[in-house]
Nanobody
Framework: QVQLVESGGGSVQAGGSLVLSCKPS????????LGWFRQAPGKEREEVAH???????YYTDSVKGRFTISRDNAEDILKLRMNSLRPEDTAMYYC??????????????WGQGTQVTVSS
Protein backbone atom coordinates (compact mmCIF):
# COMPACT_ATOMS: atom_id res chain seq x y z
CA GLN A 1 0.00 0.00 0.00
CA VAL A 2 1.44 3.33 -1.07
CA GLN A 3 1.21 5.93 1.66
CA LEU A 4 3.05 8.64 3.54
CA VAL A 5 3.51 8.48 7.28
CA GLU A 6 4.17 11.57 9.39
CA SER A 7 5.64 11.63 12.88
CA GLY A 8 7.09 14.08 15.37
CA GLY A 9 4.10 16.17 16.31
CA GLY A 10 3.34 17.08 19.88
CA SER A 11 2.63 19.82 22.36
CA VAL A 12 5.18 22.52 23.12
CA GLN A 13 5.25 25.95 24.68
CA ALA A 14 5.67 29.07 22.59
CA GLY A 15 9.29 29.51 21.60
CA GLY A 16 9.91 25.79 21.55
CA SER A 17 10.93 23.51 18.71
CA LEU A 18 9.71 20.37 17.01
CA VAL A 19 10.92 18.28 14.10
CA LEU A 20 8.35 16.59 11.90
CA SER A 21 9.28 13.63 9.73
CA CYS A 22 7.59 11.99 6.78
CA LYS A 23 8.47 8.66 5.23
CA PRO A 24 6.90 6.83 2.33
CA SER A 25 5.62 3.30 2.51
CA UNK A 26 5.32 1.10 -0.55
CA UNK A 27 7.34 3.37 -2.82
CA UNK A 28 10.20 5.87 -2.92
CA UNK A 29 9.53 9.58 -3.14
CA UNK A 30 13.08 10.49 -4.10
CA UNK A 31 11.91 11.75 -7.50
CA UNK A 32 8.96 13.76 -6.17
CA UNK A 33 8.51 17.30 -5.00
CA LEU A 34 7.72 17.10 -1.29
CA GLY A 35 5.78 19.51 0.85
CA TRP A 36 4.22 20.26 4.20
CA PHE A 37 0.73 21.64 4.62
CA ARG A 38 -1.22 22.54 7.73
CA GLN A 39 -4.80 23.11 8.71
CA ALA A 40 -6.05 24.63 11.91
CA PRO A 41 -9.66 24.23 13.10
CA GLY A 42 -11.92 26.64 11.28
CA LYS A 43 -9.18 27.76 8.91
CA GLU A 44 -8.29 26.94 5.35
CA ARG A 45 -5.48 24.55 4.63
CA GLU A 46 -2.24 26.31 3.74
CA GLU A 47 1.02 25.22 2.22
CA VAL A 48 3.82 25.67 4.72
CA ALA A 49 6.83 24.71 2.62
CA HIS A 50 7.98 22.53 -0.20
CA UNK A 51 11.26 21.22 -1.56
CA UNK A 52 11.96 20.11 -5.10
CA UNK A 53 14.21 17.34 -6.29
CA UNK A 54 16.87 19.98 -6.97
CA UNK A 55 16.71 21.15 -3.36
CA UNK A 56 14.95 24.37 -4.18
CA UNK A 57 12.61 25.46 -1.41
CA TYR A 58 9.50 27.52 -0.85
CA TYR A 59 8.19 28.82 2.49
CA THR A 60 5.04 30.66 3.30
CA ASP A 61 5.86 34.09 4.72
CA SER A 62 4.72 33.37 8.27
CA VAL A 63 7.32 30.62 8.76
CA LYS A 64 10.32 32.10 6.96
CA GLY A 65 13.34 32.18 9.22
CA ARG A 66 11.72 29.80 11.71
CA PHE A 67 11.01 26.60 9.77
CA THR A 68 13.43 24.57 7.65
CA ILE A 69 12.37 21.89 5.21
CA SER A 70 14.86 19.22 4.21
CA ARG A 71 14.98 15.90 2.45
CA ASP A 72 17.35 12.96 2.40
CA ASN A 73 16.83 10.96 -0.77
CA ALA A 74 19.16 8.17 0.35
CA GLU A 75 17.08 7.66 3.49
CA ASP A 76 13.82 8.55 1.75
CA ILE A 77 12.78 10.97 4.46
CA LEU A 78 11.34 14.46 4.55
CA LYS A 79 11.70 16.70 7.58
CA LEU A 80 10.37 20.01 8.82
CA ARG A 81 12.35 21.62 11.61
CA MET A 82 10.19 24.17 13.40
CA ASN A 83 11.82 26.68 15.72
CA SER A 84 10.42 29.63 17.64
CA LEU A 85 6.98 28.09 17.54
CA ARG A 86 3.99 30.34 18.08
CA PRO A 87 0.43 29.54 19.18
CA GLU A 88 -0.72 30.38 15.65
CA ASP A 89 1.38 27.45 14.37
CA THR A 90 -1.06 25.10 16.08
CA ALA A 91 -2.54 22.85 13.40
CA MET A 92 -2.62 19.40 11.90
CA TYR A 93 0.44 19.08 9.69
CA TYR A 94 0.42 16.92 6.58
CA CYS A 95 3.19 15.90 4.22
CA UNK A 96 2.52 15.52 0.52
CA UNK A 97 4.36 14.22 -2.51
CA UNK A 98 3.87 14.81 -6.22
CA UNK A 99 5.99 14.75 -9.34
CA UNK A 100 5.44 18.48 -9.81
CA UNK A 101 5.36 20.96 -6.93
CA UNK A 102 2.33 22.70 -8.42
CA UNK A 103 0.40 19.46 -8.11
CA UNK A 104 1.13 18.84 -4.43
CA UNK A 105 -2.17 20.06 -3.07
CA UNK A 106 -4.45 19.05 -5.91
CA UNK A 107 -3.34 15.53 -6.79
CA UNK A 108 -0.47 14.72 -4.48
CA UNK A 109 -0.18 11.71 -2.21
CA TRP A 110 -0.93 12.81 1.36
CA GLY A 111 -0.23 11.45 4.79
CA GLN A 112 -2.72 11.19 7.64
CA GLY A 113 -1.29 14.13 9.51
CA THR A 114 0.43 14.82 12.81
CA GLN A 115 -0.89 17.32 15.36
CA VAL A 116 1.21 20.26 16.53
CA THR A 117 -0.06 22.25 19.49
CA VAL A 118 1.72 25.35 20.74
CA SER A 119 0.63 26.87 24.03
CA SER A 120 1.27 30.45 25.09
Amino acid sequence: QVQLVESGGGSVQAGGSLVLSCKPSGYSFSRDCLGWFRQAPGKEREEVAHIGTDGGTYYTDSVKGRFTISRDNAEDILKLRMNSLRPEDTAMYYCAAAFLCVDLERIGLWGQGTQVTVSS
